[in-house]
């Protein structure tokens, strides 16, 4: 079921969903609320096989999402903290729904997104960003110690430019967020961003789902692999994690009508399955 808040927002059209974080007096910060609205939202579109990708954006204008809700966060730790090692609902909550969506995540980002939003949007597929955005990890302006060690460094193009990021608590613009390859897409304003958003959307939508399906797979295993076996590559080991999803999109009717579609010059006929 779409998310049970109204600081999250869900919206379907041409077999995109849209989820909106739609909390801007608080500069879309993450909550328990708006985090449980997220994963509901990524779960809704993760269960509708009409939705082949999803668009995370942030209302207001001011922040795509400023990280964790630092007042809630220091009430809980006034009440004792929040126990997040067990069912509780946390900041996390959000973050790791959209790192763990088996279809593509686009960001949206039109404003700030600092600590926890940075992740969030570091935890989509990919990233379209207005000029006037920034991109921020302050935890260690704030005594805190960034969970984005682990996945900001692979997102730049450089192991410079995501220390600088991490280890400085500053504000990276989005020219040079997209010039170290953190932002795939930047535009001038809301109404590019959206527009672009659509494009993008659009693009990933003539692949074959179950393609993208097999490749999300893989990019995922590939970031949290395990060890190999000794004796085994990497390589070798993450083909052997992949082989099942692969082996569902290479036994499809989807991979037959792809070559047939392209030797026929039409456009492919994805059925999903």
Known sequence: MPPNTDTVLYEKRDRVAWITLNRPEAMNALNP??????????????ADDDVLV?????NGGRAFCAGMDLKWRA?????GGTDMSGDDVGPGTGLDAVGQCPKPVIAAIDGY????????????????????SRFGM??????????????TPELFTTAGEAAWILLTGGHMTAERA???????????????????????????KLCAPLAIRAIKETLRTKRNMPAP???????????????EVKEVNNN??????????????????????
Do not use: H
Request: negative net charge; proline residues 3%; aromatic residues 2%.
């Open 54 to 58: 999803v668009v995370l954006i942030g």
């Open 252 to 273: 499809s009717e989807d991979r037959l009508e792809g070559p047939l579609a392209f030797a026929e010059k039409r456009d492919p006929n994805w059925k999903n399955r």
């Open 75 to 79: 009430q809980e730790d006034a009440a």
């Open 33 to 46: 609320e708006i985090s449980l609205g997220i994963k509901e939202g990524i779960d809704e579109a993760t």
């Open 138 to 151: 302050p935890e260690a302006r704030r005594a805190l110690a960034a969970v984005g060690v682990e996945d």
């Open 113 to 132: 997104a600092l600590a926890g939003g940075m992740q969030l949007s570091n935890r989509c597929d990919m990233r379209i960003a207005t000029r006037k």
């Open 178 to 204: 997209y010039q170290n390859g953190l932002v795939q897409v930047l535009v001038e304003d809301r109404d590019e961003l959206i527009q672009a958003a659509e494009d993008l959307a659009g693009e990933v």
């Open 229 to 243: 076996n000794p004796g085994q590559t990497e390589l070798d080991k993450l083909s052997e994690l992949t082989a």
